[in-house]
């Protein structure tokens, strides 16, 4: 079945430091891929995404490319803040011939901390 | 903000009891879905539906049932709670498939003792 793998967390990092997560998927067909961002006693919101490979997504600084021939979709941000501190999730949609009813599967998330 | 209610936000129940949690949508959207989060597991799929009194399994649906009786409301029932349900719930909509950014509720956080 379909799968996400993010890299190990937590992660620490100063203010303006240069920022990147991880994120590498098992699917059949041709998924959409998803940055998914969970600020403290909130919900989830969508960060950022990419439907075909070779998109770029990209939103608040934050940018990932969808990479088949690697099956990748890292998350980068050139100067995080303090204000990213948050949980980040990577997603996939699977798609093989037939709907997948918008069904998500998730990496296991990664803690941002950013220190001032 | 998607119009997701979520309730209730926080509960403790005890072992072997019934429970249901409900989400309610003002969008209108036809997609709903519950997921549970865990630490270390990420978000994972209980049950979803795709329309009025249509709904399927998801990853970890064992000990959940769910029901869907009006386009609004999605219902969550763990029928016997067990200690390894404790978790926060997410309820989720989308108003398509495949490319559709999901809405998430607050999410209820469930502990059982």
């Known amino acids: 079945g379909d799968s996400v793998t993010q890299m190990e967390g937590p992660v620490t990092l100063s203010e303006e430091a240069f920022l990147t997560i991880n994120c590498t998927y098992t699917?059949?067909?041709?998924?959409?891929l998803f940055w998914y961002v969970q600020y403290p006693g909130e919900g989830l919101q969508l960060l950022l995404k990419?439907?075909?490979?070779?998109d770029k997504g990209s939103n608040k600084g934050f940018e990932a490319t969808y990479r088949k021939e690697t099956t990748s979709f890292h998350l980068e941000k050139g100067s995080v803040q303090v204000s990213d501190s948050a949980v980040y999730f990577c997603?996939?949609?699977?798609?093989?011939?037939?709907?997948?009813?918008?069904?998500?599967?998730f990496g296991q998330g990664t803690i941002l901390t950013v220190h001032p | 903000d998607a119009g997701i209610t979520q309730s209730p936000r926080h509960k403790v129940t005890e072992t072997g009891t019934p429970v249901t949690l409900r989400c309610h949508q003002t969008?209108?959207?036809?997609?709903m879905y519950w997921y549970r989060q865990d630490p270390g597991h990420g978000l994972r799929l209980i049950h979803y539906?795709?329309?009025?009194?249509?709904?399927d399994k998801g990853e970890v649906s064992d000990g959940y049932s769910v029901s869907r009786s009006k386009t609004e409301d999605f219902l969550l029932t763990l029928e016997s709670a067990t200690s390894s349900q404790t978790s926060v719930y997410f309820c989720?909509?989308?108003?398509?498939?495949?490319?559709?950014?999901?809405?998430f509720g607050q999410g209820t956080r469930l502990t059982v003792v």
């Open positions: 997603a996939l949609s699977g798609y093989a011939g037939g709907t997948s009813y918008g069904k998500l599967t």
């Open positions: 699917a059949t067909g041709y998924p959409s």
């Open positions: 990419a439907t075909k490979a070779d």
């Open positions: 969008e209108n959207h036809r997609y």
């Open positions: 539906s795709y329309g009025v009194k249509d709904t």
């Open positions: 989720a909509i989308t108003g398509g498939v495949r490319d559709t950014e999901a809405f």
